[in-house]
């Protein structure tokens, strides 16, 4: 168990912030607030103030003013879904009876999710082939009387890239539509680049129209896992996120997340990592791993039979992907998985990433990563149509089924196995 060598940096994203100090001090945190809940604030007004601190804190920087507010949520995922749930709730409330989203094809998953849960339709945008940013004539196109929420990226998932956010926003503002910016991955990477010395692209509340942002501080906010942060431009937004019991036999029960009670240790433990390193190390960490990202985009662009997508170096922020027209990528991610290394596998079109933390940028980590990239396609030119690896099998086979609901089924039957254990056996006397 456990063979990928994460703390030296093989591995593409997972964990974030692991040295030794920052461990032992959210270890000691965690320990002193492990039975706390928020729920009862009454009971734990110190996991009450922390939070309220971690929300003013980003809100802060994404450039908020006093009227910006939010809530801290257990991940991404949490975030958007309750976002969409507000944005839902919102279009009810003023007469739409079906509430639809437009989102590009490249924005997360999480999305869908929150549609299925919530009924809520989805008109998924097309993206420009050489930018990989939102069509935006598309996206206009697409809205209509229905239309409960407009969603950008900044970055998304697959390519790193930034939706053109001012853009967008520009669209919500001319219909009169909430906007999203899902900041999960670039939470903190974004708002410090200027300070780190690169330039930003407008992303943040100083956007006309963007009414809310989610940003995960459990990636490179480096909090333990668990936490992420949802914003809003002022309170008339959130109040559609917040969910009221006034008639229950039990009391009037109230709550702000999809949760009641939360573990105020992953709260405090949040609130402490953000005092332990303060704007100068988010400062730091950001020029690190963006010029770590930029060297391995530059060098991975001089690879023959590589091409990086998109195909300008100078976007990249923190991820960095990779194709091929000259051989089945998949077959790179196999090989390079013999030699350590955890790649994710993207696909429409087959493409490999990186997404870079603090952990790539330690000395030496690029370097071998490039030199075992050049080794790697080097071994694969000399027979490019030989036997492909696991993971080239599972992602041809997978293009090829046109229905996907039996991918589907294979993801849940993965998931069982995930969950299954078999039953204890009484001890024999």
């Known amino acids: ?10 591995v593409s994203g997972a964990v974030y912030g692991a ?36 929300v003013r804190m980003v809100c802060n ?51 869908d ?14 993206i420009d082939p050489v930018t990989k940013q939102v069509n935006l004539r598309a996206m206009r196109r697409a809205i209509n009387k229905n239309t409960c929420m407009l969603i950008g990226s900044a970055p998304n998932y697959p390519y790193g890239v930034i939706d053109q956010i001012d853009k967008i926003g520009a669209l919500g503002v001319k219909y009169g ?56 431009r002022n309170k008339d937004y959130r109040r559609f996120q917040y969910f009221a019991a006034a008639d229950w036999p039990g009391g ?68 960095v992907t990779i194709a091929s027209d000259d051989f089945n990528i998949y077959r790179l991610s196999d090989t390079l998985n013999t030699k350590g290394w955890a790649l994710n596998p993207l696909q429409f079109p087959p493409c490999i990433h990186i997404c870079l933390t603090n952990l790539h940028a330690m000395k030496g980590v690029a370097e ?11 071994d694969i030119m000399k027979s490019p149509n030989a036997a492909i690896g696991s993971t080239a099998a599972m992602y041809g086979a997978v293009a090829t089924i046109p229905d996907r609901s039996i991918i589907s089924d294979i993801a849940f039957a993965y998931l069982d196995a995930c969950l299954d254990s078999q039953p204890m056996k009484e001890e024999t006397k």
């Open 177 to 232: 539509i909430p906007v999203h910016v899902d900041s999960c991955l670039g939470g903190f990477l974004l708002p410090f680049l200027e300070e780190a010395g690169f330039k930003a692209p407008p992303f943040d509340f100083r956007v006309d129209g963007v009414t809310s942002i989610s940003c995960d501080t459990h990636k490179y906010g480096y909090a333990p896992k668990g936490s992420s942060v949802l914003m809003y």
């Open 113 to 126: 999710k929150a549609a299925q849960y919530f009924t809520i339709k989805m008109r998924k945008i097309p």
């Open 61 to 111: 920087m994404f450039h908020g003013d006093e009227a910006s507010c939010g809530t801290t949520t257990s991940g991404g995922t949490e975030s958007l879904m309750l976002a969409c749930k507000a944005y839902r709730d919102l279009a009810i409330d003023r007469g739409v009876r079906a509430p639809e989203m437009v989102i590009p094809v490249t924005a997360h998953c999480a999305f």
């Open 252 to 319: 009037v029960y109230a709550s702000a997340t999809f949760a009641g009670s939360r573990p105020g240790s992953l709260i405090a433990a949040c609130w402490a990592t953000m005092m332990f390193l303060g704007q100068p190390g988010y400062v730091k960490a950001t020029r690190e791993i963006v010029n770590t990202a930029r060297k391995l985009a530059s060098e991975f662009s001089k690879i023959k039979h590589l091409r990086l997508v998109p195909e300008d170096p100078d976007v990249v922020i923190n991820v």
């Open 368 to 378: 071998k990563l490039i030199q075992d990239v050049k080794t790697c396609v080097d």
């Open 1 to 10: 168990m456990g063979q990928l060598q994460w703390k030296d940096g093989f």
């Open 19 to 54: 040295t030794q100090e920052l461990g032992e001090l959210v270890t000691e945190v965690f320990s002193r607030h492990a039975f706390s809940n928020p729920l009862h604030a009454d009971v734990f007004p110190d996991i009450r103030k922390m939070e309220a601190e971690i």
